[in-house]
Each structure stands twice: as structure tokens, then as C-alpha cells.
């Protein structure tokens, strides 16, 4: 039977990696390329690279947060090219990706998948063309909720800046009739609050659709990622800061999965 | 000696392959042109993306003509993913498009129970059963896990070519041997260790 999976998220910014909270705040934790060793260690199922520097600066320069022996990464399409040398799994990479050619670059260097949000929301039918292009499996559309204090959910853009006036379930159902071969489904506002997944939103997101969903946004505890799938109803658990901050999370993350009798690697 | 051509036919993560056979120190290159097949000892068809597109572009190329003229010299072939599945006779993948027809077998679209929680494409890691011994399972055990991405599957093909299936609502093709022709519908190159193994076992057929 196929496995769920458990999704390890890096958000990089200027080319550092960081923590991000809400959308807004983002701490700064080291040069992305150190953390790389540890994921094959762990033999993680998949790892998303999501790309969320605003302008195009890559800050090279700073040497304090390097890691021994690692060159700091230019640019994303650095990032792939090293990455992809020494992680063999299935490797996400997503941020600023406008034109097809943007697509082909990344997988040229070794990405599996893309996850495009901005443009898809600009521009819908860019989903149908890198569908067709570089075939649905490859085409991840990534969608930024935020619940609104009323208790509606409404889709987002430019990195969780602006209302689309979108609700989330349509859109997924729209992005999957477009080609889409996933969802990685992100809420803004548990974003680094380890207060668990919106699992309402997943929920709503799932029903309405007939692709994966990936959730993402608001693990605090091991117990969320079951919560996740169980209740949620995703077809695999992501997240980014509680893999950053414990020792071990992620094996012991899939041992909790397995005690609750959920079918992991 | 072991030559690995990996070809170029567009649209497949041909960097991805490349790197593993660099990480298992493997002698391996990229071929462009299909003229250079005659200079390796192994080939390698990668792929992702759709049927009919994999198979205009090695047509547009002169790569079909070429694989199939090296395979029928005797040359070890190994299909992963779309690759394995333009090794058949048809594919039904936006039209039914002719293969390469080294399989005597056709490509359709995964049949699924109807319930939420079989979803297409099929993605993540299965567990791979192993129903027949070959030389590609060495060192891997049963039941092992490879990461998968596809909707589409061989339909029909003769049972003693089905070395490997998996489960997703149903039985499916997962690995194929006919002779000196493999495949496997999974990505052994994004599969860890234990894909970067299946690797190695190809690359030491001689």
C-alpha cells in the first residue's frame, strides 16, 4: 500500500534558510546546504525548497552563518544543483517561478517538481501549459490560506500578502481540472504557531479534489502530523520549523506515526 | 567495460539520473544524438511527463529508431518511469500513440476503487513485491519501498515479463525483465539506497 508521506519544508530567504511565522517574521537559521547530510541520514520521503525572498538578493557575503566547509549558495538554481548531487528523493522546489522556462531550468538541474502559486493565481492557464509541458506529476500548485476573523478562508498571493478574494476548495478544484498533479496547502495564520493544522481547511481542500494534498503550516507537536492525515484527510505531512528545533524529529516523528497505526516508511 | 548512455528525450530529469550513477562512481553520460548509441555498453530510456509527447520527441530526434536497433543487438536497455513505459506497444496517454514495441504490452490509465483515498497521480513510496528473482534484486529485499509517480500503468503484458508489482487499489506492473529489457515504473534514482542499489545491479549486467 502506498505510504504517507512526511515532508520536511525549507523556506529560504536571500538564500539563508528560515523560520518563518506567519508569513512576516523570519529568522534567520544557516546556510541551507548543512542541513542536507542530515535528510539523507534520516532517509526523509521528500523535501520541498520553497524560495520566498522578496527581490532577487542572495546575501553571499555574510560568512557568520555558513557552515563549515560550505559555499554559499548564489541563487536558487545553485541550491538545486548541490542539493540534487546528494539527496536521491524526490526533490520540490517553488518561489518565483513567472515563465515555462523558469520550470525547465529547475528541473534541468535536478528538481522533480515545482510548486507555482503567484502566477498560477495571476495567470490560471500557466498551470495547463507546465502541465503539458513537463507533465502534471511534475506540476505542484502550491495555495497561502488565511482564515479571516469571521471564519471564512480566503486564498492569498505574493507571498501571503494579497487577498485574491478566492475561496480555498474552489480554487483547489479549479488548479486540479487545470492539470495539476498536487496541492501543497499552506495556512497563514498557524504559520510557526505550533498550534496544529487547520485540519477544517484541509478537510475542505481534500473533499474537493481527486489529487494529493500536501498539508503544511501549524505543526507544533508529532501528534499534529497523525491529526493531519486521520482527520485532515492529506495525502502527506509537511512542515518546516519543528524539524529545525528537536533532535531527531523527523525519525521520531515517523515512529509516533507508526504507534498510531498509520503506514509509513 | 560499463558505459551508462543515458538519453535525452526532452522532457525527463535526466540531471537526476546522471547524479546517481556519479554517486555510485558508475561511468555514465547524457547521449543527444543518436548516432553515439553504438558507443555504450548500457542504455538507460529516463522519463517523466506524458506518453505521446516522450514518444514525439524520440521520433523528432531519430532516438526511437536507434534504441530499438541497439536493443535488438543484444544491448542491456533499462526504462524508469515514462521510459519503461514507452518501451510498449501503445500507450493511451492523451490518444493511443505507438511505442517503441520492444514489450509486448499496452499503457493505460491506473484503475482505481472508487474512495477518497485513492488519489491520481499515484505518488509516494509503495511497497515493490518481488515475484520473481532477478539479477536486478540483488541486495534488495522484498517488500521494499520505491517512490512512485504516474497515472498511467501497463495494462496488459505477459505475466513471465512482470518481475515486480505493487498496490494501489489493485495490483499493478512495477517492474518488468524480458530478456535483457527492463523497467520500472517507480524512479529508482529518487528511491535512496535502495534505488541507487537497483542501479548498481543493472550496470553490473553484463
Known amino acids: 500500500m502506498l505510504k504517507n508521506r512526511l515532508i520536511p519544508v525549507l523556506f529560504l530567504k536571500h538564500g539563508w534558510l528560515v523560520r518563518s511565522e506567519q508569513f512576516r517574521y523570519h529568522q534567520n537559521l544557516g546556510n541551507p546546504l548543512t542541513q542536507v547530510g542530515r535528510?539523507?541520514?534520516?532517509?526523509?520521503d521528500e523535501l520541498i525548497y520553497i524560495d520566498i525572498t522578496p527581490d532577487d538578493h542572495y546575501d553571499?557575503?555574510?560568512?557568520?552563518?555558513?557552515?563549515?566547509?560550505?559555499?554559499?549558495?548564489?541563487?536558487?538554481?545553485?541550491?538545486?544543483?548541490?542539493?540534487?548531487?546528494?539527496?536521491?528523493?524526490?526533490?520540490?522546489?517553488?518561489?518565483?517561478?513567472?515563465?515555462?522556462?523558469?520550470?525547465?531550468?529547475?528541473?534541468?538541474?535536478?528538481a522533480d517538481k515545482v510548486t507555482i502559486n503567484t502566477q498560477a493565481l495571476a495567470d490560471p492557464s500557466f498551470i495547463t501549459a507546465a502541465a503539458e509541458e513537463f507533465g502534471s506529476q511534475a506540476i505542484i500548485v502550491s495555495i497561502d490560506v488565511l482564515k479571516n476573523d469571521d471564519?471564512?478562508?480566503?486564498?492569498?498571493t505574493q507571498l501571503g500578502q494579497e487577498p485574491t478574494g478566492r475561496t480555498p476548495a474552489t480554487w483547489a478544484k479549479e488548479v486540479e481540472e487545470r492539470g495539476a498533479g498536487e496541492i501543497f496547502l499552506n495556512s497563514i495564520d498557524r504559520d510557526g504557531m505550533a498550534n496544529g493544522y487547520d485540519l477544517d481547511l484541509i478537510r475542505?481542500?481534500?473533499?474537493?479534489?481527486?489529487?494529493?494534498?500536501?498539508?503544511?503550516?501549524?505543526?507544533?507537536?508529532?501528534?499534529?502530523?497523525?491529526?493531519?492525515?486521520?482527520?485532515?484527510?492529506?495525502?502527506?505531512?509537511?512542515?518546516?520549523n519543528i524539524f529545525h528545533f528537536k533532535e531527531m524529529s523527523y525519525p521520531l516523528a515517523k515512529k509516533d506515526l507508526k504507534k498510531v497505526g498509520l503506514n509509513v516508511r | 567495460m560499463t558505459h551508462i548512455g543515458i538519453i535525452d528525450c526532452g522532457i525527463s530529469n535526466l540531471t537526476s539520473v546522471k547524479n546517481a550513477f556519479d554517486y555510485l562512481c558508475i561511468n555514465a553520460e547524457i547521449v543527444r544524438n543518436p548516432h553515439d548509441l553504438p558507443r555504450y555498453s548500457h542504455l538507460v530510456l529516463p522519463g517523466v511527463g506524458a506518453f505521446r509527447r516522450g514518444m514525439q520527441n524520440l521520433h523528432a530526434s531519430g532516438f526511437d529508431?536507434?534504441?530499438?536497433?541497439?536493443?535488438?543487438?543484444?544491448?542491456?536497455?533499462?526504462?524508469?518511469?515514462?521510459?519503461?513505459?514507452?518501451?510498449?506497444?501503445?500507450?493511451?496517454?492523451?490518444?493511443?500513440t505507438e511505442g517503441l514495441g520492444l514489450i509486448p504490452g499496452d499503457v493505460v490509465k491506473l484503475q482505481l476503487p472508487s474512495s477518497p483515498e485513492f488519489r491520481l497521480p499515484?505518488?509516494?513510496?509503495?511497497?515493490?513485491?518481488?515475484?520473481?528473482?532477478?539479477?536486478?534484486?540483488?541486495?534488495?529485499?522484498?517488500?521494499?519501498?520505491?517512490?512512485?509517480?504516474?497515472?498511467?500503468?501497463?495494462?496488459?503484458?505477459?505475466?513471465?515479463?512482470?518481475?515486480?508489482?505493487?498496490?494501489?487499489?489493485?495490483?499493478?506492473?512495477?517492474?518488468?525483465?524480458?530478456?535483457?529489457?527492463?523497467?520500472?515504473?517507480?524512479?529508482?534514482?529518487?528511491?535512496?539506497?535502495?534505488g541507487l542499489q537497483l542501479l548498481k545491479n543493472f550496470a553490473e549486467l553484463c
Not at chain 1, 471564519?151 to 492569498?156: F, K, L
Not at chain 1, 500536501?214 to 518546516?240: T, W
Not at chain 2, 509516494?124 to 517512490?147: E, P
Open chain 1, 39 to 44: 535528510y539523507n541520514t534520516w532517509n526523509v
Open chain 1, 60 to 110: 553571499i557575503l555574510r560568512d557568520d552563518l555558513g557552515g563549515v566547509g560550505y559555499e554559499n549558495p548564489r541563487d536558487i538554481l545553485d541550491i538545486i544543483r548541490l542539493v540534487s548531487k546528494e539527496c536521491f528523493m524526490p526533490l520540490t522546489f517553488g518561489g518565483k517561478i513567472r515563465t515555462l522556462e523558469d520550470i525547465r531550468r529547475r528541473l534541468a538541474l535536478g
Open chain 1, 151 to 156: 471564519g471564512t478562508y480566503e486564498v492569498y
Open chain 1, 204 to 240: 475542505r481542500v481534500v473533499d474537493n479534489t481527486h489529487i494529493p494534498v500536501i498539508a503544511c503550516g501549524g505543526v507544533g507537536k508529532h501528534q499534529d502530523f497523525a491529526r493531519g492525515i486521520i482527520e485532515g484527510g492529506a495525502s502527506a505531512v509537511a512542515a518546516g
Open chain 2, 65 to 96: 529508431e536507434a534504441v530499438v536497433d541497439e536493443v535488438q543487438k543484444g544491448k542491456p536497455v533499462i526504462g524508469l518511469c515514462l521510459g519503461m513505459q514507452l518501451l510498449a506497444e501503445h500507450g493511451e496517454e492523451f490518444g493511443i
Open chain 2, 122 to 194: 499515484h505518488v509516494g513510496w509503495n511497497d515493490v513485491q518481488q515475484l520473481k528473482t532477478s539479477r536486478l534484486w540483488r541486495s534488495i529485499d522484498d517488500n521494499t519501498a520505491f517512490y512512485f509517480v504516474h497515472s498511467y500503468v501497463y495494462g496488459s503484458i505477459p505475466d513471465e515479463q512482470v518481475i515486480g508489482t505493487a498496490d494501489y487499489g489493485s495490483r499493478m506492473v512495477a517492474v518488468i525483465e524480458h530478456e535483457h529489457i527492463f523497467g520500472t515504473q517507480f524512479h529508482p534514482e529518487k528511491s535512496q539506497k535502495s
